[in-house]
């Protein structure tokens, strides 16, 4: 787990439930992240994870993008889990955020919420090809 100023990112991620809100069927072997503050700017940070490992250690979200390509492996899978794990509840609880899957020419943008007892989880499914 990735450290920044002295805190170790999603270092409470066991203690948390976590909600899948939403599944989403991939094609690609490598997509783009981006997130965004959902609503007013309030000093949101999230920690992103991928099948456990963090990403995206401690991103203050804001209307800015922060953009993150991964590239999905094999090893990795058919069958990926995105955590999004609040680091705090900014000035205005929830954590909210807006996740933006670029996936080739397919894009899906998918809301998400988190506080400091959930999680909130990201399938994505690779399609196989034929």
């Given at each position: 787990?990735?450290?920044?100023?002295?805190?170790?990112?999603?270092?409470?991620?066991?203690?948390?439930?976590?909600?899948?809100?939403?599944?989403?069927?991939?094609?690609?072997?490598?997509?783009?992240?981006?997130?965004?503050?959902?609503?007013?700017?309030?000093?949101?940070?999230?920690?992103?994870?991928?099948?456990?490992?963090?990403?995206?250690?401690?991103?203050?979200?804001s209307t800015k993008?922060?953009?993150?390509?991964?590239?999905?492996?094999?090893?990795?899978?058919?069958?990926?889990?995105?955590?999004?794990?609040?680091?705090?509840?900014?000035?205005?609880?929830?954590?909210?955020?807006?996740?933006?899957?670029?996936?080739?020419?397919?894009?899906?943008?998918?809301?998400?919420?988190?506080?400091?007892?959930?999680?909130?989880?990201?399938?994505?499914?690779?399609?196989?090809?034929?």
């Open positions: 787990t990735t450290a920044k100023s002295g805190h170790l990112a999603a270092a409470g991620i066991a203690a948390r439930k976590i909600e899948t809100i939403k599944s989403v069927e991939i094609k690609n072997d490598s997509l783009t992240l981006t997130l965004y503050d959902n609503g007013e700017v309030d000093g949101d940070t999230v920690s992103v994870l991928l099948n456990g490992k963090v990403i995206m250690p401690m991103e203050g979200m993008a922060i953009n993150k390509t991964i590239y999905l492996t094999p090893a990795i899978g058919d069958s990926i889990v995105l955590i999004m794990y609040a680091e705090n509840l900014g000035s205005i609880p929830p954590n909210t955020g807006l996740l933006v899957v670029h996936d080739g020419e397919n894009t899906y943008y998918i809301r998400f919420s988190g506080d400091l007892q959930h999680n909130a989880a990201i399938i994505l499914k690779r399609k196989r090809k034929n």
